[in-house]
């Protein structure tokens, strides 16, 4: 079995995501993750605030996650996504979201990069 992937200081983008959500390749994701609790600060393109809190359990998480866009509207979501470890090292997390303050949902994909 192999060992749980840990997100604590990784640096990820989003590299696809649906049309309903607001993150994309300028938007950077700086994880923390203490045991199995996670989090992240995250800004860039459309979002200029947002945080993500929640758990990860071997290789899937459960987060919430609040923003606040460049054109001032806030809204929350919650994703579940599955962890893994690129061929290269790298984190990637697939994603499957949904708004919780409006309608629309989706599936992204995240990647790490060099901080």
Known sequence: MAEPVSLDGRTLVAVENDAAGNVGPDTVFEFEQ???RL???YSGGSVVEGHLLGTIE???WDVRYVQVTADGETATGHSVGVVSRLEDGRVRVEDEWEWE???GSGTSVHEE???
């Open 101 to 103: 303050s409006k309608s």
């Open 34 to 36: 203490d045991g199995n």
């Open 113 to 115: 990069i060099e901080a």
């Open 58 to 60: 071997e290789d899937r």
């Open 39 to 41: 989090s992240a600060t």
